[in-house]
């Protein structure tokens, strides 16, 4: 088995080490068909601003003229509101191929100090209305910050975010860098028909296309890289 489409690298827009160029060219060399560069969106130190956003995106139409792989110019936005809004810019929406939304900042979302409880289901709803409200197209490592907080998603918000993702075409991240402890919601997501998509989450050149622990996943999950295409999930 061999995964063949990284949607989700870091470069120096954000906090990679790696130009988009440098990053596309790691993706050629190891035979992989597509690449996305998905730097931090702005609510992150270190994030995006509209004028980095358009040279990433430049940067990335140069690396697809010159190498064989496709380049997506994306972000890693960050959800921001309970109701699920992202911090992308309209003009970084505008011109990204791919949007990734993910929870970084769980402050956002409910107040410091609260019970594991109330932090939990505010993860899971702002999640679910990032799925509704059509921005994104992939949820980054959907459940990692929960396992991050000790808190574990409950069967029934498993299948209520992985119903969402199918209804709206949204995938649902298996990240190689944060790869979750629990897949309940995948296993899920395959049964209800949600797209699972794959990302490095490389920070560096050299980590791009690095999905050996994601690959025994994807085979115990049943399934098919070919599948991983974001254009046959229909997903873009
Ligand atoms: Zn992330
Ligand atoms: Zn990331």
Same mark, same amino acid.
């Given at each position: ?26 993706? %050629?060399?190891?035979?992989? %068909? ?59 929406? %505008? ?110 050149? %050299? ?30």
């Amino acid at each position: 088995m061999r995964l063949r489409y990284d949607l989700h690298t870091h470069t120096i827009y954000s906090d990679g080490l790696g130009t988009p160029f440098e990053n596309a060219a790691a993706a %050629e060399e190891r035979g992989l %068909e597509a690449v996305a560069l998905t730097d931090h969106g702005p609510a992150s130190p270190e994030g995006l601003s509209d004028r980095s956003f358009r040279r990433l995106v430049a940067e990335a139409r140069e690396a697809e003229r010159q190498l064989s792989v496709k380049v997506y110019a994306g972000v890693e936005a960050n959800i921001v509101s309970p109701t699920g809004e992202i911090d992308a810019t309209p003009g970084m929406l %505008e011109q990204a191929d791919l949007v990734l939304g993910a929870v970084h900042h769980p402050h956002l979302l409910v107040p410091s100090a609260t019970p594991t409880e109330e932090t939990r289901r505010a993860i899971v709803q702002a999640t679910l209305r990032c799925i509704e409200r059509g921005e994104v197209h992939i949820i980054a490592h959907p459940v990692w910050i929960l396992e991050e907080l000790n808190c574990r998603i409950t069967a029934q918000e498993a299948e209520e975010i992985a119903r969402a993702a199918a209804d709206h075409n949204v995938g649902l991240e298996l990240n190689a860098r944060h790869l979750p402890r629990d897949f309940t919601l995948y296993q899920i997501a395959v049964r209800v028909g949600a797209p699972i998509t794959f990302g490095s989450d490389a920070h560096a050149p %050299e980590e791009v296309g690095r999905f050996k622990p994601l690959i025994k996943v994807a085979r115990k999950l049943g399934v098919e890289p070919s599948e991983t295409d974001p254009r046959e999930l229909g997903i873009l």
